[in-house]
């Protein structure tokens, strides 16, 4: 009979001021040496709950009902000292950026000891210090005082997050929250940093909440699962249960959203978005985007029905998920590309500086092909796409567009090569200018490209119809539109100058996957109907599954594998690639 | 580390060099001529020649620049043209006098402005912080004459009668042997450029108790006390030591105007004169100086930063 | 904290970069608009309007309501108040009311026009040094560097002790002087955008620089621009005062609110209104303009936080 090492019942966090809340009705117990995955999208609050078990809520917030429990005690009952006992002694937090999450004035040494002084200071000197030592070992960091002695900026982003995994597990904490502490890390650092924690909370027998919207990620790591969505937990089971016999219409949608590495099915996306705190409604707040949704859905929120023991989920439709058709598993859209060239790179042998960052590239892309460019980050991969569009002109060797050798700088170009080529940037927010409307941004580019008599507000309409955006959203700002939404605008926008070859890079990497579903269906569509050609950059190995005829893998500056997706996710023939498949996360791969 | 100081000092020594150029060039845009305006009315052309010879008037434009770069650099900074005694003579005293105050100002404002940004910058939101910003926002904008003829009011002539409102020192005597004669100017500078460090301060440290690693420090359950002394502060001073040498170098042109006020017998009092009687060696001298002074404060601020950043200290490139 | 934080800051304090103004900003069309606007609903802002439109009332319609001319002497030097003269005779036995309400048009009209030339120079100039990045932005930093050696004040008097008080120079020098700090400023505002991939996505479809400098770059710098176009108008009016105040700017018999301060500085202690009349004028434009270029300051960070979300 073990007692739960964290319960939570009921909590609501809300906002100050407004009646609006961040989440509410969250309950959930975990067990010593148990791991929950927390998961939910951007918004859904999952962070909000793994900081509400170190009793901290964000400035602006506050607890409005419910209560916290660690090993039997109301965190509402413990006064200032006690609240700061239980940081860090019982209860220890793993940040998701430990680039900012430690002090960029302070040695290493020292951060990691004023935990255990703060804590264990009943302990003599001596055995701190052994206790230092022993923490960086488990995590295999040296625990030499040259190391000590450095500062955080000193260390790779790997190191810092298993400083920061060693500071949470010194005083040998009850329970460990982990706020998606992988994010920015590449995939073998990941993988490494997983383990690690897996093996810490194994050996130390500690109760941990694993916050992330990694689902496979959690597939890996999770003894027991909760899915979170606008600030209400919609289902929680074991493992086994979430991954194999979701009940939820939403967590079945998010499983079908997750790009699958095997390539058994296809992606598809959830239309619409989660409200937001405020906007949400009385009833299910799914309701809007779900394809069972009646009329009992919008009379109240649904209550938690339990399925099997321990198996919850709040939804009237439960039942009748699995009746759902599952999508037939098809992969990339087989488009007959042509064996004539759109895009040709040979030779290519870029710097930035006195660096040298790629080495001979050949690559070729047919017309009506998606070619994916895989590598981690550091690869080569981004600067090789600017070399591409023109962004980059520190390089040796050629670009051609059909026939013609580009000029290095996109300035230099002529009109037509840089019509010909259009890039689409990562980062959603930072692509389009805030101080424009989409229309003016879209509009500028159709002025440049087909300077004309019709009609402009009709012409940018259509350029809006052809990203599935409604033709209203000229009007609008950036700030206006989710990232969902602006990615599509940076899209429509390259689409406006009628391009024959498309620069996707990491188009998707900064959305959330059932967001990232969606453009990934767009942009399938949109390369028959438009008979465009992609180079579509990513790190992420299951998402090309989805979109891409051919790939290329590359590391530190050079393509070490080249050829058909199927084939080089199967049967690779290069280790690195090997590596990399061995080391990617999947949700099959863990049952 | 040490390429950027190298660096710093070599940008540093250029700077001053196209100031020399500039300062020099003010002269040669006197209308009239230099010797003929020394002279006034006792000018006749054999004296007109005669001084014109003495000055190196009749030297090449880029022989008279050597000539006097060289004496600045060597300490003799030519002579009056009022009183034809060596500048350097006529600024010694007051370079001290003027010194003292910028000192004492600065002894009393940056302490008191830090301690104040980081005390408003904790109570933030509540009533003394605004009362304290709207105080910071009213002084940094007022003229510092403003300030000064305020504190002549206030504490001099119509409602208290505590300090004079004149610096009157005995020749040969030091501003630091009648202190009384200091406090009004030093304290003019002082609410002069306190409101500006302040408001820094309290802007970076909040800024920095809503980072990251501060939110880090208190989930590791470390005392409050800790958190703001050990990781707020180091963080949050590194701007305000930016402001902090940036208002010193301001202090090189606030002594101007303040010291005319109070007729405190330092080198600002001494250009305003100058600039009056069209002394231009004394000009050129003072300008060379106040310039010299905010060329050398900026490099000390570089460095300060440099030292207290350990990501700048420890950079390989 | 940026170089341009760290310039704006010492300028405004920091504690404006990190209040934005309350729920409900809107973001306008014109991007400036909706930043005056939303200052406009703050206390603060409306506070220094009021105050600088009363000090602009009293500098542009004094001279039509005063009771005597600004150069006739009407009573014994240093006399106080009387009927004929509200608050005395100045220290060469001239009204002080009718010189205080004459004085105002010179510190207005210079410190309008420094400020404005000052200002359109240095934002060119910081935009251009900005995204050309390379010898260029060098020169232009350098340069400015020499330029900001000097303090403001003492440049001012440089100028005058070679070429005299004449009014145009000390607009001009005062002008020199904003160039570089509102250059290092905008400067600094502008590297933040440079770096955003719209200014990319402009390049790839190869856009004039020109075009991007102004048509892309400068709509997302308004927010500083805005500021320190209110900043400097506030160090405008206090640096020709203060070469008034030196005996430097408009020269005497004309009347002008630094002129008086000098001329009646010694007699303080006998006629104080010669003295507290100008000072308040001064204190109370500079106090408003301040007031002002802080509720600017506020809105326009609440907007830029929105839109770079």
């Given at each position: ?39 939910g ?23 409005g ?27 220890a937090y ?35 210090d052994?206790?230092?030592r ?17 500062y ?13 995994i060693a ?8 329970v ?16 490494r ?9 194994r ?13 496979a ?24 249960q ?12 998010l ?28 009833w ?25 023991p ?15 058709v599952?999508?037939?598993g ?14 040709a790179?040979?030779?290519?042998d ?24 895989v590598g ?10 600017r ?37 689409v ?10 101080r424009r ?6 509009a500028?580019?159709l ?6 008599h ?9 350029c ?6 409604s ?10 539109l ?12 390259a ?23 969606a453009?990934?269906?767009l ?28 790939v ?11 050829g ?28 | ?25 003010a ?13 006034g ?5 054999d004296?007109?020649?005669a001084?014109r ?17 060289g004496g ?19 600024l ?32 933030r939101d ?28 206030l ?23 009648v ?15 306190t ?61 101007v ?18 600039v ?21 404060m900026?490099?000390?601020?570089d ?15 | ?25 809107i ?7 909706g ?8 206390a ?7 105050i ?11 001279p ?18 009387s ?7 100045d ?16 510190v207005l009209?210079m ?12 934002v ?11 010898w ?10 020499v ?8 440049l ?32 600094g ?26 048509g ?6 308004t ?14 009016i ?27 500085r ?14 308040l ?9 301040n007031?002002?270029?802080?509720g ?14």
């Open positions: 009979m073990s007692a739960s090492a964290v319960e939570v019942r009921d909590l609501r966090v809300e906002l100050v001021g407004r009646d609006a809340d961040i989440v509410d009705e969250i309950s959930l117990e975990i067990r010593p040496g148990e791991v929950l995955g927390l998961v999208e951007s918004g859904s609050g999952k962070t909000t709950v793994g900081m509400a078990l170190l009793g901290h809520v964000r400035r602006g917030g506050r607890v009902a419910g209560a916290v429990l660690i090993d039997g005690r109301d965190l509402a009952q413990l006064d200032d000292a006690g609240l700061r006992g239980l940081r860090g002694g019982t209860v793993i940040p998701q950026d430990p680039g900012t999450s430690l002090n960029p004035a302070l040695r290493l040494r020292l951060q990691l000891r004023e935990m255990l002084d703060a804590h264990l200071g009943s302990q003599s000197e001596a055995d701190r052994a206790r230092l022993e923490s960086l070992e488990e995590v295999a960091l040296p625990s030499d005082d040259g190391f000590l002695a450095r955080p900026h000193q260390l790779s982003g790997g190191q810092q997050q298993r400083v920061a500071m949470a597990f010194a005083c040998r904490p009850n460990i929250v982990c706020d998606e502490p992988t994010t920015g890390l590449d995939v073998t650092t990941q993988a940093v997983l383990e690690t924690v897996r093996d810490l909370c050996s130390h027998n500690v109760a941990a909440l694993y916050v992330s919207h990694d689902l990620v959690v597939a890996e790591l999770a003894d027991r699962v909760a899915v979170m969505y606008a600030g209400r937990i919609v289902e929680a089971g074991t493992r086994d979430l991954f194999y016999a979701a009940r939820h219409p939403y967590t079945r949608r499983l079908r959203a997750v790009p699958d590495l095997q390539g058994k099915r296809a992606v598809v996306g959830i239309p619409g978005f989660a409200p937001l705190p405020g906007k949400r409604p009385e299910c707040f799914f309701e809007p985007r779900c394809p069972l949704a009646t009329d009992v859905c919008r009379s109240a929120f649904p209550p938690a029905f339990e399925f099997e321990d198996h919850r989920a709040r939804c009237y439709h439960a039942d009748e998920a699995p009746r759902e599952p999508v037939e098809a992969t990339a859209v087989r488009v007959e590309h042509e064996p004539e060239l759109a895009l790179i040979r030779g290519l870029a710097h930035y500086g006195a660096r040298a960052t790629l080495f001979g590239i050949d690559l070729e892309v047919h017309r009506h092909e998606c070619l994916a460019l981690e980050s550091g690869s080569g991969k981004t600067t090789l796409a070399c591409v569009a023109g962004l980059h002109k520190d390089y040796t060797g050629s670009v051609c567009l059909g026939d013609d050798v580009l000029p290095p700088a996109a300035r230099s170009r002529s009109d037509g090569a840089r019509k010909q080529i259009q890039y940037f990562q980062n959603p927010y930072a692509s389009l200018n805030p409307t989409v229309g003016q941004t879209v500028r580019q002025e440049l490209f087909f300077p004309g019709r009609d402009m507000g009709e012409r940018v309409a259509e809006l119809e052809r990203v599935a955006l033709a209203s959203a000229a009007a609008a700002y950036p700030d206006e989710s990232g969902g939404e602006r990615q599509r605008v940076a899209i429509a926008r689409l406006a100058a009628e391009p024959a070859v498309m620069v996707c890079d990491e188009i998707t990497s900064a959305l959330d996957v059932s967001v990232q579903a453009i990934i269906d942009l399938r569509e949109l390369r028959t109907s438009m008979g465009l050609s992609l180079l579509f950059i990513t790190h992420n190995l299951a998402l090309i599954r989805t979109i891409a005829d051919r290329a893998v590359m590391t530190e500056g050079r393509i070490v594998e080249l058909p997706t199927a084939q080089v996710l199967e049967r690779p023939n290069a280790p690195y690639t090997q590596q990399l498949l061995a080391n990617t996360p999947s949700i099959a791969a863990a049952g | 580390m040490r390429k950027l100081i190298w660096r710093r000092l070599a940008l540093g020594l250029l700077t001053l060099w196209l100031i020399s150029l500039i300062v020099f060039a002269v040669l845009a006197l209308p009239g001529d230099a010797a003929t305006a020394i002279l009315r006792e000018a006749t052309p004296r007109v020649a001084l010879d003495q000055l190196n008037l009749n030297d090449s434009v880029i022989s008279q620049y050597l000539q006097w770069i600045v650099l060597t300490g003799s900074f030519g002579e009056s043209a009022a009183t034809q005694q060596p500048v350097s003579e006529l010694s005293e007051r370079v001290g006098n003027s010194l003292f105050l910028v000192l004492v100002a600065s002894a009393v404002a940056i302490p008191l402005s830090i301690a104040l940004g980081v005390w408003m910058a904790m109570r509540r009533a003394v912080d605004h009362v304290a910003s709207t105080t910071t926002l009213v002084l940094a904008a007022l003229p510092e004459f403003v300030i000064g003829i305020g504190l002549v009011l504490f001099a002539t119509s409602v208290f009668h505590w300090f004079p409102a004149v610096s009157l020192l005995a020749p040969g005597q030091r501003a630091w042997e202190p009384d004669v200091v406090v009004l100017p030093a304290a003019t500078l002082v609410l002069a450029v409101p500006y460090i302040s408001r820094i301060m309290r802007g970076s440290t909040i800024e920095v108790l809503e980072s990251e690693y501060v939110t880090m420090a208190r989930l590791k359950g470390l005392s409050e006390r800790t958190v703001i002394w050990r990781h707020a502060v180091p963080n949050a001073i590194v701007p305000a030591i930016q402001v902090a040498a940036l208002q010193l170098a301001w202090m090189a042109g606030g002594i105007v303040v010291e005319f006020v109070f007729s405190y017998p330092g080198i600002g009092a001494a250009l305003v004169d100058a009056a009687n069209q002394d231009m060696p004394v000009v050129q001298t003072v300008t060379m100086l106040a310039a010299g002074v905010y060329v050398l900026n490099l000390i601020a460095l300060a930063t440099i030292l207290v950043t350990p990501k700048l200290r420890t950079a390989a490139r | 904290m940026s170089d341009h934080m760290i310039d704006t800051a010492v300028d405004l304090g920091l504690e404006a970069a990190v209040e934005p103004v309350g729920p409900g900003a973001l306008q069309r014109r991007p400036w608009l930043i005056l606007r939303n200052a406009l609903r703050l603060r802002t409306k506070i220094g309007v009021a600088v439109a009363l000090i602009v009332a009293i500098a542009l319609f004094g039509l309501v005063a009771p005597h001319s600004p150069t006739e002497f009407i009573a014994a030097p240093n006399s106080g108040p009927a004929d003269a509200l608050f005395g005779a220290a060469l036995g001239r009204d002080v009311f009718s010189r205080f309400l004459n004085g105002g048009l010179s009209w410190a309008a026009a420094a400020t404005l030339i000052g200002v359109v120079s240095g060119g100039i910081g935009l251009v040094a900005a995204y050309s990045r390379g260029l932005d060098d020169v232009l930093m350098r340069g400015s560097d330029v900001l050696a000097f303090p403001q004040i003492i001012a008097l440089l100028a005058v002790s070679a070429l005299g008080p004449k009014l145009w120079l000390i607009v001009i020098v005062v002008a020199v002087g904003h160039i570089p700090r509102v250059a290092r400023v905008m400067r505002a502008a590297q933040e955008v440079v770096e955003r991939d719209f200014i990319k996505a402009a390049e790839a479809v190869g856009e004039k620089r020109s075009r991007i400098v102004f892309e770059l400068l709509p997302n710098v927010s500083p621009l805005l500021v320190e176009l209110g900043l400097r108008m506030t160090y405008s206090a640096l020709v005062a203060a070469v008034s105040f030196l005996g430097f700017g408009i020269q005497p018999p004309a009347s002008d609110w630094g002129l008086m301060i000098y001329e009646n010694l007699s303080i202690s006998v006629q104080v209104w010669s003295v507290l009349l100008p000072i004028a001064i204190g109370l434009l500079t106090v408003g303009t007031l002002i270029t802080d600017i300051a506020r809105a326009a960070i609440g907007i830029d936080r929105r839109s770079t979300r």
